[in-house]
């Protein structure tokens, strides 16, 4: 049984920063992706970041660049997404997923990632 479980979110201001995390377990692939999305109301899911667990390659989408990094936690299986320079436009539920590892790559494709958590909301304020 796969468990994904985020944390780490809340209000913050703009140009602050904030580290999301999600604790995971059950996953027992040789290797996988794991990936971060978000959704704003009314807007359609997105993938942020993506990392091959096994690899490190990482995949981040154009408006993030620069400003968020994922990372993975092998001693307690935790998966990170950092999110520094916060921006109104950032404000969303953040969703943690994993995924097999397709043809060689972790794409930000909702369509890869079968295991969700329940998703933590960050909040930007001005």
């Known amino acids: 049984q796969v468990q994904l479980v985020e944390s780490g979110g809340g209000s913050v201001q703009v140009g602050g920063s904030l580290r999301l995390s999600c604790a995971a377990s059950?996953?027992?692939?040789?290797?996988?992706?794991m990936g971060w999305f978000r959704q704003a109301p009314g807007k359609q899911r997105e993938g942020v970041a993506s990392?091959?667990?096994?690899?490190?390659?990482?995949y981040y989408t154009d408006s993030v660049k620069g400003r968020f990094t994922i990372s993975q936690d092998n001693a307690n299986n935790t998966l990170y997404l950092l999110i520094n320079s916060l921006k109104p436009e950032d404000a969303a539920m953040y969703f943690c997923?994993?995924?097999?590892?397709?043809?060689?790559?972790?794409?930000?494709?909702?369509?890869?990632?079968?295991?969700w958590g329940q998703g933590t909301q960050v909040a930007v304020s001005s």
């Open positions: 990392i091959y667990i096994g690899g490190g390659s990482t």
């Open positions: 997923a994993a995924g097999l590892r397709r043809w060689s790559a972790c794409t930000l494709g909702t369509w890869q990632y079968n295991y």
């Open positions: 059950g996953l027992t692939y040789s290797s996988y992706c």
